[in-house]
């Protein structure tokens, strides 16, 4: 059982800039992916961004040229740095992981790709 712990949320003015985190201990794993995920009150859980753990990237289309997914190996940590941000990115983010290769350079953003999940934290945006 892998253990992920997000950090980073809070408020900000749309336009603005956040960087959530999220403590991933996969080091042991040879092959994995992550991913950050969002839900919004009365809405569906939808991906947001997913890595590999050899590095290709996959962004939704809502986030494509504002946000960026990254790890730091060394650290443990994913990050998600989100600019230019709007109202309707305010929502509950969550770091997923599951073990596995893609033999294609596209990690998924579907949920039940994921064996392990983060509590989340709360972005808000305000117009």
């Known amino acids: 059982q892998v253990q992920l712990v997000e950090s980073g949320g809070g408020s900000v003015q749309a336009g603005g800039s956040l960087r959530v985190s999220c403590a991933a201990p996969?080091?042991?794993?040879?092959?994995?992916?992550m991913a950050w995920f969002r839900q919004a009150p009365g809405k569906e859980r939808e991906g947001v961004a997913s890595?590999?753990?050899?590095?290709?990237?996959n962004y939704a289309d809502s986030v494509k040229g504002r946000f960026t997914i990254s790890q730091d190996n060394t650290k443990n940590t994913l990050y998600l740095q989100m600019n230019s941000l709007k109202p309707e990115d305010t929502a509950r983010y969550y770091c997923a992981a599951a073990r596995g290769y893609y033999t294609d350079d596209v990690p998924p953003l579907t949920a039940n790709s994921y064996d392990w999940w983060g509590q989340g934290t709360q972005v808000t945006v305000s117009s």
């Open positions: 890595i590999l753990s050899r590095g290709p990237t």
């Open positions: 996969l080091t042991s794993y040879t092959h994995y992916y």
